[in-house]
């Protein structure tokens, strides 16, 4: 592999933090202090960045490469875990989401209807919930609330690691049995994902306003 460098960038080194040039950042390398030479068949995928983790674990220099290395393997996860689910792959705009869900970044999803944002957040929270995170789904309208649980329901029966997942919707449709009982589990805090409407968070705002969600 061939290195051209063109510019030189300070404390941008994804390893130490130092300066490096534009065609190691280019390939997802380490600047040539920390990675004098580049491994034989290098390729910028997962299984190449897992291969420099280890060489600079092996050269005693690994400061924070493995965090590019760790975010990169959540991401192709999240992507495999949406396609066995969904079983689609994600399309770009969606992978673009996930990275920055993964990131923990605050956005808005601005898109037609019909793209699939509902769908999208629905397989999003259960990759979410199989990690222990909470994820909170409001909706508009009971109709679609309803929708949106049997949805998450079916995936879940269908996906014996996702079996474990606690899933409550509480909408006007519940028998007065139904909606007592669900109304104890989220007091309790009882789910990993919570389906309502606009209309419950408002009047219910000042118990949920305690739980930390991962994901709304």
């Known amino acids: 592999m061939v290195e051209n460098p063109i510019a030189k960038y300070t404390e941008l080194c994804p390893n130490c933090g130092g300066p490096i040039h534009d065609d190691r950042l280019s390939m997802r390398l380490p600047c040539r202090r920390c990675l004098p030479s580049i491994p034989p068949n290098y390729t910028p995928d997962l299984s190449g960045l897992e291969n420099v983790t280890k060489k600079l674990e ?23 875990f949406f396609e066995r689910v969904s ?5 770009s705009i969606q992978k673009t989401w996930i990275k920055r869900i993964l990131k923990g970044l605050s956005f808005s999803i601005v898109a037609p209807t019909g793209v699939g944002k509902t769908f ?42 996702l079996k474990a997942i606690r899933v409550v919707a509480y909408h006007s449709n519940l028998t007065k049995t139904e909606k007592e009982e669900r109304v104890e589990r989220i007091k309790k805090g009882d789910f990993d994902i919570l389906i309502t409407t606009t209309q419950y968070l408002a009047k219910n705002f000042e118990f949920l306003k305690n739980y930390t969600f991962d994901f709304i």
Do not use: H
């Not at 092996?58 to 495999?80: F, P, R």
């Not at 079983?87 to 399309?91: A, N, R, T």
């Not at 990690?131 to 079916?154: A, E, M």
């Open 58 to 80: 092996s050269l005693n220099i690994l400061k924070d490469y493995n965090i590019i290395y760790d975010e990169l393997k959540n991401v192709n996860n999240a992507y495999q």
């Open 87 to 91: 079983g689609k792959k994600p399309w």
């Open 120 to 161: 999208f957040g629905s397989v999003i929270s259960l990759y979410l919930a199989k990690g222990n995170k909470k994820c909170y789904i409001i909706l508009p309208t009971t109709p679609l609330v309803d929708q949106v649980f049997n949805r998450i329901q079916f995936m879940i029966e269908n996906n014996d690691d």
